[in-house]
């Protein structure tokens, strides 16, 4: 049916740049500052006629870059990048405030659940770009999709990601290698980077459940060696909140698998309540790439909650979601910055 969206002029912004064609998305290239001009010459709609609104001056775009260049960077410099899963637009900007306050390289995770609760991959695309452009953001971006499915990574790779998780780790290993090797070939021939997992990473993400199991590291040396960019590598690490029983990070496991993979910068899923002095360890064995996202939800969660049980969401027009939703996300940022200085990717953007 037929629908008006009211728009206040601080929004127009944002919304006119969001529905990036395919054309200025598609043509990846790997280099940390690819820019792309778009002529002013308009993009033609389905039914043949150009489309006025997209008709505009020559711009430069500064577009989502992969994240092979950024980890084999932190890994030279024995140093990880964040991957902060996001979940919506205050969590996306929250992320890229952090990262440009701090010059800091950074990851956007986006799990096959989140991807749907943000009405789709291309929803996701084009909210990062435009954000990338109106809150000028100069830092390298990668838009990655966490513990994809075979279709899932299809989907991104179609919808304009820069960096795909196939996670296969469920699989056998020969059908693990089998899909592992087909999204390698199809990624790179994209400029997309692409991560794999060996051992299931325990706890539970979007309905899937892992036990925390340590990877097997000649399964890692197999899979490293279909040529993908990154590898997540089982640790005994677990996604959400760590039991009181968890005996800690398997560092013999994480040893084995770096002296076999090499140069391939490791992830470290499950980033959430892991002890500094583990983080930092981890990061002197070879991981590069940490994800965290649980964290940034708690932070979220709490400071939402004391807004409310404030009562400041009844006071004037605090019920306002930019007002009420602006301590949740003022808190990732100062969480994030905390994660990117633990980490030691703060000021390695340049
Ligand atoms: P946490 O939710 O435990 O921080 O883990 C995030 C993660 O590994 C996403 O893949």
């Known amino acids: 049916g037929n629908c008006i969206l009211a728009v206040g002029e601080t929004r127009v912004a944002a919304l ?14 790997s280099g940390q ?38 980890l084999k960077k932190a890994k030279a410099g024995h140093y990880a990048v964040g991957q902060f899963n ?14 440009e306050e701090l010059r800091s390289p950074v990851i956007l995770g ?35 999709l966490d513990h994809g499915s075979y279709e899932g990574c299809l989907k991104c790779i179609d919808a304009g990601f820069s960096s795909v998780m196939f996670d296969g780790s ?18 790179h021939g994209k400029g997309l980077s692409i991560e794999a997992e060996v051992g299931s990473i325990g706890g539970e993400e979007d309905g899937v459940v892992g036990m925390g199991e340590c990877a097997d590291p000649q399964e890692c040396k197999m899979i490293a060696d279909l040529g993908v960019d990154f590898l997540a590598a089982g640790i005994g690490n677990i996604h959400g909140k760590y039991p009181a029983n968890w005996k800690g990070l398997s560092f013999e496991t994480l040893a084995a698998v770096q002296e ?30 940490i994800n965290v996202n649980t964290e940034c939800q708690l932070v979220f969660a709490e400071a939402t909650r004391k807004y409310i049980e404030a009562g400041k969401d ?37």
């Open 86 to 99: 996001i979940n919506d637009l205050e969590w996306t900007k929250a992320v890229l405030t952090a990262a």
């Open 314 to 350: 009844l006071e004037g027009k605090g019920y306002d979601p930019r007002k009420l939703l602006k301590p949740g996300a003022d808190a990732i940022v100062e969480k994030v910055k905390e994660k990117m200085i633990l980490f030691g990717s703060d000021g390695k953007a340049e």
């Open 170 to 187: 469920h699989y056998p290993i020969e059908e693990n290698i089998e899909k592992t090797t087909e999204l390698v070939k199809l990624c």
């Open 33 to 70: 500052d690819a820019t792309l001009s778009r002529s002013n010459q308009g993009f033609d709609s389905p039914g043949g006629q150009p489309i006025k609104a997209f008709n505009r001056e020559v711009e430069e775009y500064k577009m989502l870059v992969s994240a092979t260049e950024m």
């Open 110 to 144: 986006v799990s096959e659940g989140a991807g749907k609760y943000m009405a789709g991959y291309r929803t996701v695309v084009g909210m990062v770009n435009g954000m990338i452009k109106e809150m000028d953001i100069s830092v390298p971006v990668a838009l990655h």
């Open 16 to 29: 006119r740049i969001a529905r990036t064609p395919d054309a200025l998305v598609a043509p990846w290239s």
């Open 260 to 289: 076999l993979t090499g140069e391939l910068p490791l992830v470290l899923h499950g980033g959430t309540g892991i002890p500094d002095d583990m983080i930092k360890k981890a990061i002197d064995l070879g991981v590069s790439k």
